[in-house]
DNA sequence: TAATTTATGTTGCATATGCAACAGATATTT
DNA sequence: AAATATCTGTTGCATATGCAACATAAATTA
């Protein structure tokens, strides 16, 4: 496991825990990791859910497929971030969501279930690593709760305005960079691809923003707060 | 606090907290309890955030307003829920929602900051509330991720049936009642009410679903579940 | 380099939806 | 009961958006 530590030093589960306790609290864990190729599939929705993901490389998409292939884009991760953790701790058995590897990729696995029930002779680490995991959901429940935001707005230069505007406040720089193309955005956004285009060309020509791929410039930040207000 | 034992048992974040434990407990969370009548503020967005809030009794509406006027209803949460536990636990400073008591209610607030982070030579029952907050959080991450799901569809008519197709599954009986009239469930569902009422209406007509008023039934599960296949 | 695939932008069209205005129903207050 | 306020449904209209089809650009592969 050695050669993974200095991902799992990034890894906000394992904040505060003694480098020295790492390797002990692996095996504690039952870690285990796993390769997946460019486009191979994680989990499918409906599996089992009985350990979370560490993601030590790669891209992951989080993904909500309907019947009629409609496809929506939950969330995009990658190094040293989790996915699985709230299935886990709300004691959900089957996964909602599909997984995807972007990327080519792999991933830890660690049975963090067991830690919050069984081992009640808890090992020193095992209060933080909870405490860590409270503060992980917690965050991830605010940026769904941003992302609740975009997706309430009525118009789609809306949703792609303040979804800019919310990354123009994480990454703080002039121009930002984004992990979707066009039609990753559109299915992050839950809009149409070609609509998503149009509304872009048209901000760019009432010089909201400029863009040349995923690289966004906001050359104003009053007028596309307050899209709405001026008509 | 006597006066309040029999909610505080059902709050979640006490289970398996012995009933004996709970007043020294209270004392410990710096327990205070607050009245507000119908329709006042409860926290304004910007506030300052420094504890969690448990309702007693009554109704508050979670909301998210934007310059122009346009409201988000986000969620309408009642008697033994909490509220700004996601805001403590990721430790943001500032509320990005405004809450408001929709009907007379009683609120008590607790410190759970202090409890998970100076606390630390710890009563007893540390361990467990914050393993029960891990529970709530992670499952209230699920139910953002289904509004996700909601808000995400193309057309009203989508949004409407995958909210009802999901309250169907919570509430398991075959007429449903909603906490929404329709003003309110258009804000929660972010579409127009008047777009709102003639799909409701459309989709009666399509013997779809019957309602009066906030209860709904839901005839055709199947056709509803795939919507937009049939075009 | 050429060939092929993928990404992005553009446009026309049909439809959905926000909006405003109104009407009737229901609930609340006087 | 009467008066008032609130809730719900209906409709016309302007606009936004999904969708399909196509064009060009960029990236990838042969």
Redesign the pocket.
């Known amino acids: 496991m050695k050669e993974y530590f200095h991902i799992l030093k990034q890894v906000k589960l394992f904040d505060d825990i003694d480098s020295n306790d790492l390797n002990s609290m692996l095996h504690c864990l039952g870690a285990k990791t796993k390769k997946y190729n460019k486009n191979s599939i994680v989990c499918l929705a409906g599996d089992n859910i009985n350990s979370i993901g560490i993601v030590l490389s790669g891209t992951l998409d989080i993904v909500k497929e309907d019947i009629?292939g409609?496809r929506s884009l939950i969330s995009r991760i990658s190094t040293s971030h989790l996915f699985g953790e709230a299935f886990v701790c709300a004691e959900i058995k089957k996964s909602p969501v599909t997984i995807y590897s972007a990327t080519k990729s792999e991933i830890m696995y660690i049975n963090f279930k067991k830690l919050i029930t069984s081992c009640r002779n808890s090992c020193t680490f095992h209060n933080r690593l909870i405490q860590n995991m409270l503060k992980i959901i917690a965050k991830k429940n605010l940026m769904l709760t941003e992302k609740l935001d975009y997706l309430g707005?009525?118009?789609?230069?809306?949703?792609i305005a303040s979804y800019l505007i919310n990354q123009l406040a994480l990454q703080q720089k002039s121009t930002i960079t984004i992990p979707?193309?066009?039609?990753?955005?559109?299915d992050y956004l839950?809009?149409?691809?070609?609509?998503?285009?149009?509304?872009?060309?048209?901000m760019?020509d009432e010089k909201l923003i400029e863009?040349?791929?995923?690289k966004f410039t906001i050359l104003n930040v009053e007028k596309l707060n307050n899209l709405?207000i001026k008509?």
């Open positions: 009629c409609n707005k009525k118009s789609t230069k809306e949703k979707y193309n066009r039609n990753e955005l559109a839950n809009v149409n691809r070609s609509a998503l285009s149009r509304e872009l060309s048209k760019r863009f040349q791929k995923n709405d008509k």
